[in-house]
């Protein structure tokens, strides 16, 4: 028997259950009984309340690619301890032929009634060893929060923790009042950012617009400690964010960094720019989600500027942007004009399925997905040098290396990398069953019979690069989620999961 030993443990005062401990039992347990050990997995520091633990996950992973026999464990608690957690774990080994040992319990198989309810006390009384620590860990917290000491968690920018009282860091709190104070007289996030240059985060990072948010509404700032608001986690799992009914809230306990006029102008605008993104989200943005940047790999969101005219008027205008260059400046690609870009495709599309053979796109589209290898490592390799050439075609780029030929090299190499991601996800999602051309037919003429610009742009727009030098590159083509094309597609936005490049579909924008 092949067998891999899993070992694990919370704290560093785990002396008696540390990883050393655990594996030395386990290679003495296999080596009386004959047991090949082959592989070892570890979690050091991390609590077995849940299983997102990256040791953990990688033996599943093993377990379900078949590379070993049994998995050996010191006890249940050192694989979970959790019940609910526990038993998933079992009953995925189950399901992958994978016996589950421990050196100090009997586990038996968890189908047979007996077996079951033993391993389920067992468990159980795990699960409650962790729920009467947490029990007594909570009340001494409710104590320390009623004081205002630290509880724990992330420790705000501005701030020190010594002996559990919060303290000013006079050199952190001056990047915290420039802050508050510059975006009170109306300064933008990039403003901001340009203050900040050369400074840092609390984690010694750059700052992002990501940054702002966490700090110009973080009541300690004024001075306000608060405790227990809302259920976030409990036992490391989301559960829900909800109000708490015994939350602990003091003001004046904690030393203020910014004072009260300026706070209450912050929050005015914040909430006021909360309500102008509630109007701009309503604003369509027909290609959200298909417009990637070719320099950063970041997907384009849309945006709306608006501008004061002399008369009083109001000019707004749509553009789509680089999302690493609106977050944080990282990035230096163009913004597009939304109308132009969405006139454009649109009207293309239109024209392009006037020339279709949808017979041909049909036979052509199931020859490629029903004659794909059965495990796609064909594919896979061909998707690997494609990218890896893609990468060096970008780099050369940025360099400023652009000429015409390699241009069209780099769109031909977009369109092959998404044929091969959809031939791949295509085959994973057919398991075996073959697309019919009728099927393909049928839908290409449903979406064009009715032509409904939101559809086809939905339907059949593949992938928009936006390149280094500013153009974009509109890949359409057909797709299918099923056995035919869904009147309305349900895939994720950016995603190129089941479509097919049409050679013919490549457009360059501006034209």
């Not at 929060?145 to 050199?171: F, H, M, T, W």
């Not at 300026?262 to 298909?290: F, M």
């Not at 061909?382 to 050369?396: F, R, S, Y």
Request: charged share 30%; glycine share 8%.
């Amino acid at each position: 028997m092949k067998a891999a030993a899993y070992a694990r443990y919370s704290t560093d005062k785990q002396t008696e259950n540390s990883i050393a401990y655990q594996m030395s039992a386990i290679t003495k347990y296999c080596l009386d009984r004959n047991i090949d050990l082959c592989a070892t997995y570890s979690d050091e520091a991390e609590t077995g309340t849940n299983t997102n633990r990256a040791g953990f996950q990688a033996l599943v992973r093993a377990a379900e690619r078949h590379e070993f026999d049994a998995v050996v464990v010191y006890d249940i608690s050192r694989g979970s301890r959790d019940v609910v957690d526990w038993f998933a774990f079992r009953k995925a080994m189950k399901a992958a032929g994978v016996q589950v040992i421990s050196t100090t319990q009997q586990l038996g198989d968890i189908t047979d009634p007996s077996s079951f309810l033993t391993e389920l006390v067992t468990a159980g009384l795990g699960q409650h060893m962790v729920l009467d620590t947490r029990k007594k860990s909570m009340a001494g917290m409710m104590e320390r929060a009623k004081q205002g000491l630290y509880c724990g968690g992330r420790i705000p920018l501005g701030y020190n923790v010594e002996d559990g009282q919060y303290i000013i860091n006079e050199s952190e709190a001056r990047i915290v009042r420039m802050i508050f104070q510059a975006y009170a007289a109306g300064e933008s996030y990039p403003e901001i950012l340009q203050r900040l240059a050369g400074k840092t985060t609390k984690r010694g990072r750059a700052f992002s617009k990501n940054s702002f948010h966490s700090i110009l509404q973080n009541e300690r700032y004024i001075g306000v400690f608060k405790w227990n608001e809302y259920n976030i986690h409990i036992m490391r799992k989301w559960a829900g964010g909800k109000k708490t009914d015994n939350p602990v809230i003091l003001d004046g306990i904690i030393p203020p960094i910014i004072d009260k006029d300026t706070w209450e102008r912050v929050q005015k605008r914040v909430k006021d720019n909360k309500r102008n993104a509630a109007n701009k989200a309503k604003r369509e943005y027909l290609l959200s989600g298909l417009i990637e940047c070719a320099s950063c790999g970041a997907a384009y969101v849309g945006h709306c500027s608006t501008n004061k005219r002399k008369d009083g008027s109001i000019r707004e205008r749509r553009y789509y942007g680089c999302g690493n260059k609106y977050r944080s400046g990282a990035c230096q690609s163009a913004s597009i004009n939304a109308d132009e870009l969405e006139l454009f495709v649109v009207s293309h599309i239109k024209a392009a399925i006037l020339d279709w053979d949808f017979d041909e796109i049909a036979r052509d589209y199931a020859d490629q997905i029903n004659g794909a290898a059965p495990d796609c490592e064909a594919e896979k390799r061909e998707l690997a040098d494609v990218d890896a050439q893609i990468v060096n075609g970008t780099k050369a780029a940025l360099s400023g290396v652009v000429f015409p030929e390699l241009m069209k090299a780099m769109d031909e190499l977009r369109g092959r990398k998404i044929e091969l991601e959809n031939i791949i996800a295509e085959k994973s999602a057919y398991k075996g069953e073959r697309v019919k051309p009728e099927d393909v037919v049928a839908a290409l003429r449903d979406i064009t019979e009715e032509f409904e610009p939101r559809r086809a742009v939905r339907e059949l727009v593949q992938k928009i690069y936006v390149n280094p030098d500013g153009s974009c590159t509109v890949h359409i083509g057909v797709h299918m989620t099923g056995n035919g094309l869904p009147k309305e597609t349900n895939q994720r936005k950016g995603s190129s999961r089941g479509k097919k490049t049409l050679e013919s579909g490549t457009l360059i924008f501006p034209p």
